[in-house]
């Protein structure tokens, strides 16, 4: 079951799980998400989280793909208690639904913002959780929930933090990829701009102790990090009551000035750009250590950050 499978992440993953010859139930209810992001081969269950009992048994469910949350960190810092309740009483009741059913493997969406802003990069899962925002506070409290579950309740679980998930998944029968009511993120951002559907784009701030001045990010294709599922979710199968965090990102950082020129590379066309204040609570560089994904899960991206431009340039256009 993939909770969240109607949005952006999920429905790559869910995607990528029926290529790979699973059979997929997706629960959503839609809040953010898109009917038509759902795979047709999928099962599909409109409902919340926190309903996820009678899914888990009607469908004999093994295994939960758990990616469905609030994420954006403006609006966490906003309204905190959406952050809270959706993002942690929602996992927490998801949790209950799973040990009452009897499931009890689980991979898990968390992301690099449960780290903050870093001492040291790259970043490894051993550095100090200092989250920013709310948005980052909720994920860390999940991923301290599942260490829990699996020690008292035997739980066999994955956390993967992600880094800045880019691209889409583009093949002759689906096409998926960002379709966010509120866009926030710098790669779709700058595609509107060049698709003329926004003005310009703000760079947040240009004088970052970095190479050129401009944010350093850990960039990875949405088809890299789907794949990552796959091995994080046979892992939970063999391993016994265990949680395991995992980085997920290219170990590579290009700065807000880099990937404007992919974005120039890639379709022909600068974006008209305006440089801005920082927008509060931005770090200037996160970049993931894999090492551990690559150890444990024998994962390793392959795709570059002109892929992961190209796919969703293409996938704006379709
Ligand atoms: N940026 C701009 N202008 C924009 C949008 C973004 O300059 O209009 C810059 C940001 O300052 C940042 C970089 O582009 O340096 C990437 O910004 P995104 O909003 O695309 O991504 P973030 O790094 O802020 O966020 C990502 C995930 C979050 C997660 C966070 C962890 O999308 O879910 O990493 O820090 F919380």
């Known amino acids: 079951m993939v909770t969240g499978g109607a949005g952006y992440i999920?429905?790559?993953v869910s995607a990528t799980l029926l290529a790979a010859g699973h059979e997929v139930t997706v629960l959503d209810d839609l809040s953010t998400g898109h009917r038509d992001a759902v795979p047709a081969a999928a099962h599909f269950a409109p409902t919340s989280i926190t309903r996820a009992e009678p899914v888990l048994r009607d469908n004999g469910i093994e295994a939960v793909v758990h990616c469905a949350a609030k994420s954006l960190v403006a609006e966490s810092v906003q309204s905190p208690q959406l952050y809270w309740d959706n993002?942690?009483?929602?996992?927490?009741?998801?949790?209950?639904a799973m040990r009452a059913a009897g499931v009890r493997r689980i991979v898990f969406s968390s992301t690099a913002a449960?780290?903050?802003?870093?001492?040291?990069?790259?970043?490894?899962?051993?550095?100090?959780?200092?989250?920013?925002?709310?948005?980052?506070?909720?994920?860390l409290a999940v991923d301290h929930m599942l260490t829990s579950y699996a020690v008292a309740y035997g739980f066999s679980a994955v956390s993967l933090r992600y880094f800045n998930v880019a691209g889409a998944l583009l093949s002759p029968d689906v096409q998926l990829g960002e379709r966010h009511a509120t866009e926030t993120h710098l790669i779709p951002i700058a595609l509107q701009v060049v698709a003329g559907e926004r003005p310009e784009l703000a760079i947040y701030w240009t004088a970052y102790p970095t190479p050129d001045g401009t944010c350093v990010r850990d960039y990875i294709h949405v088809r890299d990090l789907a794949e990552a599922h796959l091995?994080?979710?046979?892992?939970?199968?063999?391993?016994?009551?265990?949680?395991?965090?995992?980085?997920l990102g290219s170990g590579q950082?290009?700065?807000?000035?880099?990937?404007?020129?992919?974005?120039?590379?890639?379709?022909?066309?600068?974006?008209?750009?305006?440089?801005?204040?920082?927008?509060?609570?931005?770090?200037?560089?996160?970049?993931?250590?894999?090492?551990?994904?690559?150890?444990?899960?024998g994962w390793s991206?392959?795709?570059?950050?002109?892929?992961m431009v190209g796919d969703a340039w293409r996938f704006s256009r379709a």
């Open 10 to 12: 999920g429905s790559v």
């Open 87 to 96: 993002n942690v009483g929602g996992s927490l009741a998801l949790l209950e």
């Open 114 to 139: 449960v780290y903050g802003q870093a001492a040291e990069v790259p970043i490894l899962e051993s550095a100090a959780a200092a989250p920013s925002n709310p948005y980052g506070a909720s994920k």
């Open 231 to 247: 091995r994080a979710l046979d892992w939970t199968g063999t391993a016994g009551a265990e949680h395991l965090v995992c980085n």
């Open 253 to 297: 950082g290009n700065s807000v000035r880099e990937v404007l020129d992919a974005v120039q590379a890639v379709t022909g066309t600068a974006p008209a750009v305006r440089e801005a204040p920082n927008r509060a609570g931005d770090p200037a560089v996160l970049i993931a250590s894999n090492t551990r994904a690559r150890a444990v899960l």
């Open 301 to 307: 991206p392959t795709r570059s950050l002109n892929e």
